[in-house]
């Protein structure tokens, strides 16, 4: 059993991201067993939900001309541009059905506002505009964050390293992700978490 300041942040696994979705991550239902096995032994678990509107800035058919997965310039920096994907409301966007939903103390939504996009639980790809989350887990007296979920390269990767920028102690556990892996991003994921203090375990 983990101790008492300890939260489990599980990211994003919804149908979208998993076999036959819109987005999906290989193997992203692999992981939903252990999973649901470590939401038992957590005090507090948090699940993140990718939740954008019809029209998000993020999606590629937002652009004229413009194809899933290259990258633009936006006010607020690079983005990478994506198939439609984890629409509000739709089934894409529930979590996948083998995920024990009930036990979640919390389910954070991101990604909602049209014209930015929100890989990290904590903040929005402006790197500055909060989602709550760091308040949240500190009011409940945690400081030890483990995080697991989809994709590892993105949503995982910059959830832990700015958990670990907040103070937190942060660990992924490699096992309980799958990577998207686009133009070596899994390798720059890793060699950022590193450079942030992240722990990557098994
Ligand atoms: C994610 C790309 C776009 C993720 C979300 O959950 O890693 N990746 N939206
Ligand atoms: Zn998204």
Redesign the pocket.
Known sequence: MADVSEALIV??IQND?CPGGA?A?AGGDEIIPRVNALMQEYPVTVLTQ?W?PEEHS?FAAMHEGATPFSTIELPYGPQ?L?PV??VWGSEGAAFHPALTVDPADLILRK?FRPAI?S?SAFFENDHSTPTGLAGYLRERGITDLTFV???L????AWSAIDAAKLGFNARVLQGACRA?DLNGSLAGARDAMRAAGVVLAE
Do not use: E, K, Q, R
């Open positions: 990211i994003d991201f987005l991550v990718d954008h993020s990478t994506w994907h984890c990604g996009d890989y979920g989809l994709a390269d993105f949503c995982v998207i």
